[in-house]
């Protein structure tokens, strides 16, 4: 992968949504690192504009579930990085179908609009990296996640779609996989489960979300930048159209 210490990523730039916290932020910092200008999306105003005072960026304050404004957000980004999500868990004879709503819409509705937005600038000049954050659950099923695990399989399917259209324009798309991530939606997560369960965080992380990975610890936001950054430079020129799982073998099963 790249030297973070490389500026190969000069003259671009970048557009990464839930950029305030989380994976967001870190792959704000190793874009910005590699040297692109970078617009940090989030609806969180005040981490947002912290980070962008951090990396030397441009903060933009949007709500996602708001078609409006993300049909208004710049549409020169070189580099698209669709990170922002939530979740909700609830059986399907349960789950409130506003929320199944909203999560469709900030998870795969805003990611169409950014894309739809701002391919014709990458078309212009021949080049362009979009990299959608999904999920493991964008390979396989939990229950209780019908919404996530719908949005996150919408999001695959864009994703393969935008690389073949997009591949005689110099524009791959691929999607970055993970599984559990130390990031504040996991640890909401950790938190909710433990009181749901009667069980300690420690016991949550070892007995539910690692239960089904090889590797028994928690991927750490840098780790998914650094992929993202790989899928930007030029040794992944010919990488479009993939999912690159993260997710400590979870998928090996």
């Given at each position: 992968m790249e030297s973070t210490h490389s500026t190969f990523l000069a003259g671009r730039k970048a557009l990464v949504t839930g950029a305030a916290s989380g994976i967001g932020r870190a792959c704000a910092h190793a874009l910005a690192r590699s040297g692109a200008?970078?617009?940090?999306?989030d609806r969180a105003a005040d981490a947002a504009k912290a980070v962008a005072e951090?990396?030397?960026?441009t903060a933009l304050v949007v709500d996602l579930s708001d078609p409006e404004a993300v049909d208004a957000l710049p549409d020169d980004a070189d580099i698209v990085v669709n990170n922002a999500g939530l979740q909700h868990v609830?059986?399907?004879?349960?789950?409130?179908?506003?929320?199944?709503?909203?999560?469709?819409?900030v998870m795969v509705e805003a990611p169409f609009r950014i894309i739809r937005r701002t391919l014709p600038h990458m078309y212009a000049s021949e080049w362009g990296r979009i990299v959608n954050i999904s999920s493991v659950h964008g390979l396989r099923a939990s229950p209780f996640k019908s919404a996530y695990v719908t949005a996150k399989h919408g999001l695959e399917g864009l994703s393969k779609v935008v690389a073949l259209e997009g591949a005689a324009h110099g524009v791959t798309s691929n999607c970055v996989n993970p599984g559990y991530v130390r990031t504040p939606l996991v640890e909401d997560q950790i938190a909710d489960q433990a009181l749901a369960h009667g069980i300690s965080e420690a016991d949550v992380i070892d007995r539910i979300m690692l239960d089904r990975t090889a590797i028994k610890r928690l991927i750490e936001p840098a780790e998914v930048a650094a992929a993202v950054l790989w899928l930007c430079?030029?040794?992944?020129a010919s990488v479009t159209g993939a999912s690159l799982p993260m997710d400590g073998g979870w998928t090996a099963h």
């Open positions: 200008g970078v617009y940090v999306v951090e990396i030397g960026g609830a059986p399907v004879h349960e789950f409130p179908p506003e929320r199944f709503t909203l999560i469709q819409r430079s030029p040794g992944a």
